[in-house]
């Protein structure tokens, strides 16, 4: 059964890093494209980064650029998201996804995991 398990959020005071890593059981991440997804409250989940199966080319949410950095680990059959200067409105329910290629539409994703909270306060 493929599966992703996401890790390392937290609480962490404006301007504060976390890195957030996607782990893979059941199949092999290199495979696949894997998208970050966040999901604040009362808001729709949307795409925040992207990394292609071979990590060859990358996609970060304009609300992001510069702050956020996307990457793979094959050897640990995982993906990360580096995540610095993180502000306020970054607080959400962080959610990896794969798919066979990066898109916009998540319904191209599956084998969601069970998301990892991020809060971004004093």
């Known amino acids: 059964q493929l599966k992703l398990v996401e890790s390392g959020g937290g609480l962490v005071q404006p301007g504060g890093s976390l890195t957030l890593s996607c782990a893979a059981s059941g199949f092999t991440l290199d495979y696949y494209a894997i998208g970050w997804f966040r999901q604040a409250p009362g808001k729709e989940r949307e795409r925040v980064s992207c990394?292609?199966?071979?990590?060859?080319?990358?996609y970060l949410a304009e609300s992001v650029k510069g702050r956020f950095t996307i990457s793979r680990d094959g050897a640990k059959n995982t993906v990360y998201l580096q995540m610095n200067s993180l502000k306020p409105e970054d607080t959400a329910v962080y959610y990896c996804a794969a798919a066979a290629a990066c898109s916009a539409s998540r319904s191209v994703f599956g084998s969601w995991g069970q998301g990892t909270q991020v809060t971004v306060s004093l």
């Open positions: 990394i292609s199966s071979r990590g060859g080319s990358t």
